[in-house]
């Protein structure tokens, strides 16, 4: 009773009571093995190893699983097939070092389970002899005891897996080798499926940093809706829903696959299955395999039946082909996977098979040979290609045809290998020809081979200080005077890209594409030979990349602040969701130059930030993932808000910094246009398809402005004056405005620090320069300035500029709140401003009033009977002014009249000068220009109506005064 009523003291289950037995039964063989010297001990040793098999450690009766993954559940924790742990009872117990458990694999109804099964391995312990007859000590965290070693005075210890062997369970396998990185592949056809269909597929995998990516290719098969991967007991590992497909191809990624399914690859034992509409069973099926012939092939042929299938036929024929050139570019390696042509061919002994390669229906190479019924794996070489047959297996106009017994035959065309992987370069100056170069500028691209082996290519340089003379496309030169030139691809380059297509490769040539053997040189007037240069590799297919359009953002020293020299360099892939999740694939190369390439990828030692610039402060909001070689990619959720605004207006930047460069060694500026947020918070993006990030100097309708790209619509405070002057970028034309102050009333005004315009003073506490924004001042985003609590100001409404008729006042709570300016009512007939700028109307020869306290919010500044409405303002009878037409701005040289409610506007023309062109000026004031000397300058009005530009105007006006 008294066991019993301590186990309910401390609340233990049945199988918690089971393990504080087991601890006992181990304390016991303890004290039995350090006190046994007769055979009687012994004989008791040996009945305790005995029951070793027997100690009452049991798994939960209905194991939980993870996923679907076959596995053992043990004290709440699951554990994969394979996975060896120790029992661990929790205070005040903790882990019982001298019991192993791991989990093995069974069969129970037709499912793969796991099974828990725990040994004590205390009887395994060596006898530990030590030196100078020191006893052996038991340390913390070990079952076995070692011996004290003493080295200048301290005591240390050999470690105990000197002495204690490891124990895996009863298997004698030797530790599987690491799969990331290897390439499989998959024939499917409907032999597994028991369904009648001439449907042929052929997937690629690769396995790298556990993710698994593929690329389906597929010939009369209807689009598939999913693709399933089974074990060899047809259960589901992973189902993943197509959503997006080709007419012939799927790609897809299997997230962090579990290593007991990346086991089952590794033997053989995965299966790949496409559903269809008219087979929702699924319809093709095949089992994923390693071959020797993927690390080299660069060519491949998809092969159908030439005829329907019979009644008598086993269902489902198929067969793939896998070609490589070698070096030299003359011999022509064929491996062969074939699945249903043998068995459904009448036979008897070996088999004769024919492989030809033709040109149509010309056959230009053939061999034959004789097969037995069981090989369904075969590898060909054809030596000694002529020069033309090389270039028509490049030009992608040859294909294959495979005979059994000149009775059944099957064929496919073929072309470069296909594949969902993105081909790009990072251009850097790190990896130029001869010595590197540390400039700051940088270079992307990206590339993709067709069917018919033609590569197109887009490149896009930044940064360089001199003009680029030349780009290539090269082999590896074994030196700097041994270049290898490809393709010049010079022609295509303007305005700092080139874009294009290289459509006369060679076979060797494409081989070297896909193989990562091909680099982009670029050339400048400063280095002649070589400023950037990269190598063309694979990324592995990620969704948001092939849906990026054009090119990735660029990375670069000279994107940074001030810039910086280095020959480091970098692009990255940004996508929001509709999730308003931000994606992120990041490539970078050349940050430790002085550290050699591990397997020829740099080991970063950096990281990636994602920022804001706030005037001339940079603001680092959220550090991305670490880099995995020279790549980092992630998903970040929950983005901020403010953040998410940054992004869209273009003020936010990616970056990656180093221990050299803690501020950032190469930065790229964000414009990344999205909706994901309001003053009252985050919805989700108005449309589904995903925004991509892409580079401000790429939009034809950018500005550059201070050494810097700006969006069409983006506004910002100019370096040379952040404080008073705010900047609009309008279709590549940069207007700055001066900061139009309101009036104040006090008899000491004063410009507090950070301010541009006068305020009354008042006694409360000078707020500092760059205060939190949501606590102690209002941001608005039209002049990008932060507002102290109390202040006023006139709003600046790209692409309008500054509204005088409008008055802002920044509220406690970062709250902003905008009225209309409200005019006295005049008394006067013939009411006029006496600047045009002015909100309100005045009587003649009166002094201009002073403006209220904004009380409402009309946008017009009077209302007058047969006034006029031209785009958002009301102009009084007999009002007159210079129209703003957007997106070109205010038009000083032509005037608009309103006259009993319609609005017309003639033009100012300006006489041909006499004098020479380069005498001209034009001080931007006026509308006419004048000569430097003198040379009066006739102008005449005339109206709009009698010229087309005129005439434009007159659309313009009518349609803005239909508008109201």
């Known amino acids: 009773m008294e066991y019993h009523h301590r186990c309910r003291e401390l609340k233990l ?3 918690f009571s089971l393990l504080i037995f087991a601890v ?244 053989k034992q995965l299966f790949v299955t496409l559903i269809t509409s008219p087979h929702p069973e699924g319809e093709v099926r095949g089992r994923i395999l390693f071959h020797r012939a993927l690390a080299a092939e660069s060519f491949s042929s998809m092969m159908i039946a030439d005829r329907r299938p019979r009644k008598s036929d086993i269902l489902g024929t198929g067969g793939l ?93 073929v072309t470069p290998l296909r594949t969902c992987n993105v081909l790009h370069a990072v251009l850097s100056g790190s990896q130029a020809l001869g010595r590197p170069k540390a400039t700051g500028a940088s270079g992307s691209a990206v590339l993709s081979i067709d069917d018919d082996g033609s590569i197109k290519y887009q490149i896009r340089i930044t940064g360089t200080r001199t003009d680029v003379i030349g780009i290539t496309i090269e082999r590896a030169p074994k030196d700097i005077d041994d270049r290898k030139i490809v393709a010049d691809i010079f022609g295509e380059y303007q305005n700092g890209e080139a874009i294009g297509v290289y459509d006369k490769p060679k076979a060797r040539e494409v081989d070297m594409l896909l193989h990562g053997d091909l680099y982009i040189n670029i050339a400048t007037e400063a280095y002649g030979i070589s400023e950037l240069r990269g190598r063309i590799t694979q990324l592995p297919y990620k969704p948001f990349v092939s849906e990026t359009k054009g090119l990735p953002l660029q990375l670069s020293g000279s994107g940074v602040h001030p810039p910086q020299l280095t020959g480091a360099a970098g692009h990255a892939w940004l996508v929001l969701d509709s999730e308003c999740s931000l994606h992120y694939e990041i490539a970078v190369v050349g940050l ?25 402060e940079v603001v680092i909001r959220r550090v991305l993932n670490a880099f995995e070689g020279n790549k980092a990619s992630g998903v970040m959720t929950q983005v901020d808000g403010e953040l998410l605004e940054r992004m869209n207006s273009g003020s936010a930047f990616i970056q990656v910094s180093t221990k050299n460069h803690q501020d950032g060694e190469i930065r790229g500026q964000v ?146 709140n905008c009225t209309r300016i409200s005019c006295p009512k005049v008394t006067c007939e013939n009411p006029i401003r006496l600047n045009p700028m002015d909100c309100c109307q005045v009587c003649p020869d009166e002094p201009t009033p002073t403006p209220a306290v904004p009380t409402e919010a009309l946008l017009q500044a009077d209302e007058v009977e047969r006034g006029c409405s031209f785009g958002e303002t009301f102009y009084r009878n007999g009002e007159d002014w210079h129209p703003y037409v957007p997106p070109v701005g205010t038009m ?33 004031k006026q509308c006419c220009a004048k000569c430097k000397y003198g040379e009066p300058n006739v102008v005449t009005d005339r109206t709009t109506t009698t010229e087309r530009r005129d005439s434009f105007l007159d659309k313009i006006t009518k349609k803005q005064t239909m508008k109201h």
């Open 592 to 616: 430790n130059s002085d550290a050699a390439p591990k397997d020829g990828v740099d080991n970063i030692h950096g990281f990636a930030e994602l920022g804001e610039l706030d005037g001339d």
């Open 892 to 924: 000083p040289c032509v005037t608009c009249a309103c006259k009993n409610g319609h609005t017309k506007c003639s033009r100012k023309t300006c006489r041909k000068l006499t004098c020479p062109e380069e005498e001209q000026i034009h001080d931007g």
């Open 321 to 413: 082909m896998m070609l490589s050139i070698d070096k030299g570019g003359r011999t022509l390696n064929i491996a062969l996977i074939l699945d249903g042509i043998i068995e459904n061919t009448e036979r008897s002994g070996d088999i004769a098979l024919t492989i030809q390669l033709l040109k149509r229906n010309d056959v230009i190479q053939e061999s034959r040979r004789s097969i037995s019924p069981e090989e369904f794996d075969l590898v060909e070489v054809w030596s000694k290609l002529p020069k033309k047959v090389q270039k028509l297996i490049a030009r992608g106009q040859l294909s294959v045809r495979v005979g059994v017994s000149e009775t059944t035959f099957m064929s496919g065309p």
């Open 24 to 267: 006992l039964l181990l304390v016991l063989e303890s004290r039995v093995v350090e006190s046994a010297k007769s055979s009687s001990g012994e004989r008791k040793r040996d009945r305790d190893r005995a029951r070793e098999d027997r100690l009452p450690l049991k798994a939960e009766k209905s194991p939980a699983t993870s996923r679907g993954i076959p596995g053992c559940t043990f004290g709440g924790e699951f554990y994969e097939l394979g996975e060896t742990w120790h029992p661990n009872l929790g205070p005040p117990f903790g882990e019982m070092v001298c019991v192993n458990c791991d989990c093995t694999a069974g069969v129970e109804d037709g499912r793969r389970v796991g099974r828990v099964r725990c040994r004590n391995v205390k009887g395994q312990c060596q006898e530990a002899v030590c030196p100078n007859d020191e006893e052996p000590v038991l340390l913390d965290g070990n079952c076995c005891k070692t011996c004290p070693v003493r080295e200048s005075g301290v005591v240390k210890y050999i470690p105990e897996e000197k002495y204690r062997p490891e124990v895996y369970g009863d298997t004698d396998e030797a530790p599987e080798e690491d799969p990331r990185g290897e390439v499989y592949v998959s024939l499917l056809t409907g032999t597994l499926m028991s369904v009648q269909t001439r449907a042929v597929a052929r997937a690629t995998f690769t396995l790298l940093d556990n993710n698994l990516y593929f690329t389906i290719n597929f010939k009369r098969l209807d689009k598939p809706s999913n693709v399933i991967f089974t074990d060899a007991l047809n259960n589901t590992l992973y189902n993943y829903e197509v959503t997006s497909s080709s007419k012939t191809q799927v790609c897809g990624e299997w997230i962090n696959v579990p290593r007991v399914y990346q086991r089952d690859i590794q033997s």
């Open 13 to 15: 289950t049945w199988g």
């Open 671 to 816: 414009v990344l246009p999205n909706s994901c947020f309001t003053p009252g918070g985050r919805p989700a993006l108005t449309n589904l398809t995903p925004n991509v990030g892409y580079n401000p100097e790429a939009d034809p309708d950018a500005c550059f402005f201070e050494n810097r790209y700006r969006t069409s619509g983006s506004s910002w405070s100019p370096e040379y004056d952040s404080t008073c002057t705010t900047c609009t970028c309008q279709r590549r034309a940069v207007i700055c405005d001066p900061v139009v102050c309101p009036v104040i009333t006090c008899l000491n005004p004063v410009i507090l620090p950070g301010d541009c315009c006068q305020v009354c003073p008042k006694p409360a506490p000078v707020v500092p320069t760059s205060p939190n924004r949501q606590t102690e001042g209002c941001f608005f985003e039209g002049d990008k300035k932060l507002h102290r609590v109390g202040s006023q100001w006139h709003p600046f409404v790209p692409p309008f500029g500054y509204i005088k008729c409008a008055l802002c006042t920044c509220m406690p709570g970062s709250t902003v």
